[in-house]
């Protein structure tokens, strides 16, 4: 991995969101930042449906299996892992919005990144708790660009992403399609290979979900340029 500071930062809710969601893009901007939110082992050790259909026997182990697994993915794509120290609705211990805004926020000023990619937070809990917060940052670092990405497998509920986009006007921000601009010269055929190893690095999450049930990862990736305009009256 190269030394050069990252420009790009993305936002990921669980280890592998954001490879399963941007991968292709991350494939294109090597030294690109991939904050993981839940990132900490639950306190005391405990047990939980998911981990158990990952393979896993305890919480504590998914963790560390499903760092290494994240840093292998990442290595792939050349990508700088940040994680955060909190953890997943599963382990019952969810920050406030408050709280994890506060400490994302610190952590992109201590980056020099100017993109900052987002979850559209579909679905599943913890992606709308990180949408939350992001929402709470964006007005605050509205100097630098913005991106939503929409979450991968969760994007496939019907009507969600409509919904979100909804709110997101009705909050005052304002959502464009567009895609973040390629920042290295690796053709698509490349890319979606790379993606695809990374994508393969997280046995775990695959033998979770089940075969025929993460197609979507390798559909092509959408995002939502976000600017903050004026909110709409309810």
């Given at each position: 991995?190269?030394?050069?500071?990252?420009?790009?930062?993305?936002?990921?809710?669980?280890?592998?969101?954001?490879?399963?969601?941007?991968?292709?893009?991350?494939?294109?901007?090597?030294?690109?930042?991939?904050?993981?939110?839940?990132?900490?082992?639950?306190?005391?050790?405990?047990?939980?449906?998911?981990?158990?259909?990952?393979?896993?026997?305890?919480a504590?182990?998914?963790?560390?299996?499903?760092?290494l697994?994240?840093n292998?993915a990442?290595?792939?794509?050349?990508?700088?892992?940040?994680r955060?120290?909190?953890?997943?609705?599963?382990?019952?211990d969810?920050?406030?919005?408050?709280?994890?805004?506060?400490?994302?926020?610190?952590?992109?000023?201590?980056?020099?990144?100017?993109?900052?990619?987002?979850?559209?937070?579909?679905?599943?809990?913890?992606?709308?708790?990180v949408?939350?917060?992001?929402?709470?940052?964006?007005?605050?670092?509205?100097?630098?660009?913005?991106?939503?990405?929409?979450?991968?497998?969760?994007?496939?509920?019907?009507?969600?992403v409509?919904?979100?986009?909804?709110?997101?006007?009705?909050?005052g921000?304002?959502?464009?399609?567009?895609?973040?601009?390629?920042?290295?010269?690796?053709?698509?055929?490349?890319?979606?290979?790379l993606?695809?190893?990374?994508?393969?690095?997280?046995?775990?999450?695959?033998?979770?979900?089940g075969?025929?049930?993460?197609?979507?990862?390798?559909?092509?990736?959408?995002?939502?340029?976000?600017?903050?305009?004026?909110?709409?009256?309810?």
């Open positions: 991995m190269s030394e050069t500071s990252p420009r790009l930062f993305i936002v990921s809710p669980h280890f592998d969101d954001a490879v399963f969601s941007c991968g292709a893009l991350l494939a294109a901007h090597p030294d690109a930042a991939v904050c993981t939110v839940f990132a900490a082992s639950p306190e005391h050790e405990m047990h939980t449906e998911w981990d158990q259909k990952s393979g896993f026997a305890s504590h182990q998914a963790v560390h299996a499903r760092t697994e994240d292998l990442l290595e792939v794509l050349d990508a700088i892992p940040l955060m120290p909190f953890r997943g609705s599963q382990y019952m969810s920050p406030s919005i408050s709280k994890l805004a506060a400490v994302l926020e610190e952590t992109i000023y201590r980056t020099t990144a100017n993109t900052l990619l987002m979850p559209l937070g579909l679905h599943h809990d913890d992606h709308v708790l949408f939350e917060a992001c929402c709470e940052i964006l007005p605050r670092l509205s100097h630098l660009t913005w991106f939503a990405y929409e979450d991968a497998i969760h994007r496939r509920t019907p009507g969600v409509q919904a979100r986009l909804a709110d997101l006007a009705q909050r921000i304002v959502a464009t399609p567009a895609y973040p601009s390629v920042g290295h010269t690796i053709d698509l055929p490349r890319r979606t290979q993606k695809r190893e990374a994508v393969n690095a997280y046995a775990s999450q695959l033998r979770a979900f075969a025929g049930n993460y197609d979507d990862v390798f559909a092509t990736e959408h995002y939502w340029q976000l600017s903050v305009g004026r909110r709409r009256k309810k």
